[in-house]
């Protein structure tokens, strides 16, 4: 665009040039001393009077003015042009950075919403949960009024009364049972050690925070009954698995190495590992193998692979996750009574069945299929043979809300407060041993105590 500029003014500057010689220029014709004809062509200089001295400097310096200005104007064009692309570059590196800042905005914004609908969805859960459980107080407050009112009828009525025998054996049972309700039914056993049911749980103590991403979530835990190994109960065991192949386990001496992050050893696994839902348990890990539903147990003494054997049925790699996902389709558990697998099944219809492992083959010894929805629970653990269901991963004060237990083949609701300090609980595990769980809850490694009580069957 400039050079066509340049170029008009050029021609402009010659064209005006060339005019100005013409108004000034004249021809004349004369015949010299010898008698030739001669014609004289004379151009008048626009800056001197006579040619005296006269070599033409005058008129090659008007040239050079012109040029100069001339150059000026090309100089001015092209920085007008370059400017105007700076300018258009700069606007679209600026559209580009708004454009991506608003974009980030927006995504966050629809994580943000649909984690507010999560916690919507678990507050109606837990209204509803809190509706039965208030119609299930009131009934039975109206039991025991309808109750106390009866017996207060019979204390107060007059021994000549006829109406009722105080003799009466179906009297005397009914006095008797109310008599001999033991008290632990109703206010817990701080002195109580064997057997039983969660009262409730601490809070969460903190041991550990993961670093990099791959700790966002994973498994942490110890053996409550170390055989045959090395390793005592005292070691920590620590699985990061977030990743495409995790393999790596590592060990720890005790809490405080663990604590400041020092690993005595770090075991390779023979088969990657799937999700959260391992566990330790006489010596061996017990995980499920990625992308299958296969189980291994991994000797820690050998550092071998000591048996592997397929779960019946099981889903697997994301078919009945937990609600927090993360393909937790099965969870490996121990308590008091032994090694357990938490899942589910196309024949159960997504509800969570539980089976008891022999710890050394594998085998399914026996099985229990109750009516809680796998992906309506946050996590799950066994103690003493009961299943335990937590409400909410995300949720800052959620419930352990339902129990199954698989003596009586019965589960119930509960409210027993738990809290998810930092807001992303992808694993619960029980540690008979030390009556603590075991949590990995959004990078930080937390254990809570657990108080047991007399079974409220």
Known sequence: ?????????LSFLTLASQLQAEDRASLRRSSDAAGRCQYTFTVASPEESSCTGGNGRPEMEGVLSRLTLLEALVSR??????????????????????FSHLT???NQLRQDKDRLNRQVQDLQARVTELSQEADSLRQSCMKTNTSADARSDINHRPASDGGYDFGNGAYQEMKAEVTEVPASRFLPDGNFSGCGEVLSVGDPVLHQKADGITGKYGVWLQDPEPQGTPYTNKT???IDTVGKDVRQLFAYEDMDQFSRGFPMKVLILPEPVESTGATMYRGSLYYQRKRSRTLIRYDLASESLASRRDLPHSGFHGQYPYSWGGYT?????????GLWAIYSTSKAKGAIVISQLNPESLEVKNSWETNIRKNTAANAFMVCGRLYTVASYSAANTTIN?????????????????KNKYRYNSM???NHNQRKLFAWDNFHMVTYDVRLGRANN
Do not use: K
């Open 1 to 9: 665009m400039w050079l066509h500029v340049a170029f008009l003014c």
């Open 77 to 98: 064009l092209i920085a007008g042009a370059d400017t105007r692309r700076d300018i258009g570059a700069e606007v679209e590196v600026g559209f580009q950075e708004n």
């Open 104 to 106: 980030g905005e927006r």
């Open 236 to 238: 920590v065991w620590r």
């Open 329 to 337: 389709d099965i969870d490996l558990a121990v308590d008091e009574q």
């Open 402 to 418: 339902y129990v199954y237990d698989t003596a009586t083949r019965a589960s119930r609701a509960l409210s027993v407060p738990f």
């Open 428 to 430: 619960v595990d029980y």
